[in-house]
């Protein structure tokens, strides 16, 4: 199969031009078309490598879940980070349900207390201290490491009151243990930025980090960035933008693009209860577009350094690499999306996905059931 005519971004290299990108036996191919290839022409379109998004819920049958397949493949998405839906005592039940049941690529952050990120409509899930185990969630990375890359912490107010703390001490030496990623969640004080930033480490993430809780946010009203917050980032801990429902203020994200602080990786915190809020990736994406950050990096946000960030190699277009690809358009729009914190953004431009391949299977064409 050949994509003919559109503008390639393979954000590993940081290149954008307009080529043809083959697919062949399921991985990117060298060469020029082939006789019999399949041609489809992507004029104008943006390909790009398959869309990675580092933080969502598709714990299917639990209450936050929403459909992996059905929600990634119309966003370009062919590869879905689950982020602390599932505990160790929940995490099998994750695997029978979700990963052996969908085709998009899957790999989850193992929550630190072992009920997980169950329906956030009722206390959050540190609330019960004894639902924290180390030993558990040792024992359930070790027994799911094929698709378990990192460990996750809610440690905010609203999730674990008083225990929030002592949680994210338990997962810090549980991500120690296993030799994985920590992913901490900024939310509410009175846990508070500095204590979790100064606890992160190269590799681990901050996520729903241009949230705009008041007296939590990491660039203060003059548009400095917080100290612990750069520190952070110089030790190499990516900032992960997890948008949601309450994980995302415009302001925030202006006053850090501004003081020449852009996301590390851009995505959406898809659960049930935030879908009509976020839209899907691209609407996240053009959030970002609107805000004046450029295409390639909003790509390489939402592509190769989500990728890499959690150990995979995909993400890229590079040939012999998997043929996840995405074709993206950038239609002239008149739209406006919300943040959640009640700030609007109005945009002229909104990406939407055309096609979606899949280890070179195309599982998606817009205007097709
Ligand atoms: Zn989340």
Redesign the pocket.
Known sequence: MVLRGGTVHDPATGRARVTDVRLEGGVIATGDAQPGDRVIDVTGRIVSPGLVDL???IFAGQDLGVDADGVAFPSGTTTMID??SAGAHLIGAFRASTLERSTVGIRAFLNIATIG?TSILLGGELRAPWYVSEEEAVAAIDAHRDFVVGVKV?ASADVGGEHALPALAAARRVADRVGLPLMV?LGPPPVGVDEIADSLREGDIL??AFTGWPGNAVVDDDGRTRPSVARARQRGVLLDI?H?AS?FSLEVARRMLAAGQPPDTIST?L?AYSSKTVGDLPQVMSRFLALGMPLGDVLRCTTVTPARAVGLAVGELTPGSRADVTVLELVDADVEYADGFGATIRASRELRAVQTFLGGQQVYERGSA
């Open positions: 933080h969502t819920h982020t602390g990120a809610r969640h996520t729903h997890g949601g994980g915190d659960h």
